[in-house]
T-cell receptor
Framework: AQTVTQSQPEMSVQEAETVTLSCTYD???????LFWYKQPPSRQMILVIR??????QNATENRFSVNFQKAAKSFSLKISDSQLGDAAMYFC????????????FGEGTQLTVNP | DGGITQSPKYLFRKEGQNVTLSCEQN?????MYWYRQDPGQGLRLIYY???????QKGDIAEGYSVSREKKESFPLTVTSAQKNPTAFYLC???????????????FGQGTRLTVV
């Protein structure tokens, strides 16, 4: 079974600084998707960034980028120029390609942004 | 607008009663999921369904039941057998077969269930 692990329950960063959230996963498959979701206090889940496993290039979305290391099964999220609105719970998630799969989440990392 | 809708937003249940949480999507997604989230915790999978009339247990299915009679709908029933049902429940759906270029899971706004 696939597992997703986030080893940092809490992280903090100064406004305008950069922070990296860690995620590792375990799978024997080669075709899958990885995601980072943000959950602010409203509890609405918001997609931050998506990575297809077959793509070697790391995904980027404005201030958000990932370091995808397929062989190491590592998928970290880097937030640059942190803003107060980035404060939230961040979840790493895994979805097997091709259907028939559960969407598996890590335990989450609570990010605090200090002014 | 396409999306996924959960109702109600807040739900109160007396001990010993069954209660059903609604989840509807108009995104034409085959896959749907139910998660439970406790305060300060991650998302734990209750049930998921990849196709109409079929569903699989997740990690914490005991005390819960689901049905998938229509592609658009995936209701969750919290039965009296669930010993600690007070939690936040999230429903999600994802692109057909997870092969779309923009595959992602879309989430409802959640239902906060409280046992009184």
């Amino acid at each position: 079974a696939q597992t997703v692990t986030q080893s940092q329950p809490e992280m903090s960063v100064q406004e305008a600084e950069t922070v990296t959230l860690s995620c590792t996963y375990d799978t024997s498959e080669s075709d899958y998707y990885l995601f980072w979701y943000k959950q602010p206090p409203s509890r609405q889940m918001i997609l931050v960034i998506r990575q297809e496993a077959y793509k070697q290039q790391n995904a980027t979305e404005n201030r958000f980028s990932v370091n995808f290391q397929k062989a190491a099964k590592s998928f970290s999220l880097k937030i640059s120029d942190s803003q107060l609105g980035d404060a939230a719970m961040y979840f790493c998630a895994y979805l097997l390609g091709g259907g028939g799969s559960r969407l598996t989440f890590g335990e989450g990392t609570q990010l605090t942004v200090n002014p | 607008d396409g999306g996924i809708t959960q109702s109600p937003k807040y739900l109160f249940r007396k001990e010993g009663q069954n209660v059903t949480l609604s989840c509807e999507q108009n995104l034409n997604h085959d896959a749907m999921y139910w998660y439970r989230q406790d305060p300060g915790q991650g998302l734990r999978l209750i049930y998921y369904s990849q196709i109409v009339n079929d569903f699989q247990k997740g990690d914490i299915a005991e005390g819960y039941s689901v049905s998938r009679e229509k592609k658009e709908s995936f209701p969750l029933t919290v039965t009296s057998a669930q010993k600690n049902p007070t939690a936040f429940y999230l429903c999600a759906s994802s692109s057909p077969y997870g092969r779309e270029p923009n595959t992602e899971a879309f989430f409802g706004q959640g239902t906060r269930l409280t046992v009184v």
